[in-house]
Each structure stands twice: as structure tokens, then as C-alpha cells.
């Protein structure tokens, strides 16, 4: 089973909550997944939005 999010942080910690922070913060509210895949959608010099790709680990087919 694979879920999507759409996550924004920022590139640099003195602007607040990195994108690398987000990614850990979700992946630890649902440790039954693992990040296989992101998309930039946006970035600038202070933000980056990321569609991230979440499966759920031992995945049987």
C-alpha cells in the first residue's frame, strides 16, 4: 500500500522547520512506512514543497 503527502519545510533551520524534519516527523507518526519516492513541486531559497511517496513496509505481493 503506498500514501502520498505533500510536505513543505523550509531548506535552512533558522527559517524554521526543515523539509528533512517534516519527512522525519511523518515517517515517525507512521513507522509502518518508509519514503520510496519524492517529487519537488516548488523550491525557492527560503522553501521547498516535496510530494513524498510512502510504502508500507513488508509489503507482501
Do not use: W
Amino acid at each position: 500500500m503506498q500514501r502520498t503527502a505533500i510536505l513543505r519545510g523550509t531548506v535552512n533551520q533558522e527559517y524554521g522547520k526543515t523539509i528533512a524534519e517534516k519527512i522525519n516527523d511523518k515517517l515517525d507518526k507512521n513507522p509502518e512506512f518508509e519514503l520510496v519516492q519524492t517529487t519537488v513541486l516548488d523550491s525557492s531559497d527560503v522553501f521547498c514543497t516535496l510530494l513524498c511517496v510512502f510504502e508500507k513496509k513488508n509489503q507482501e505481493d
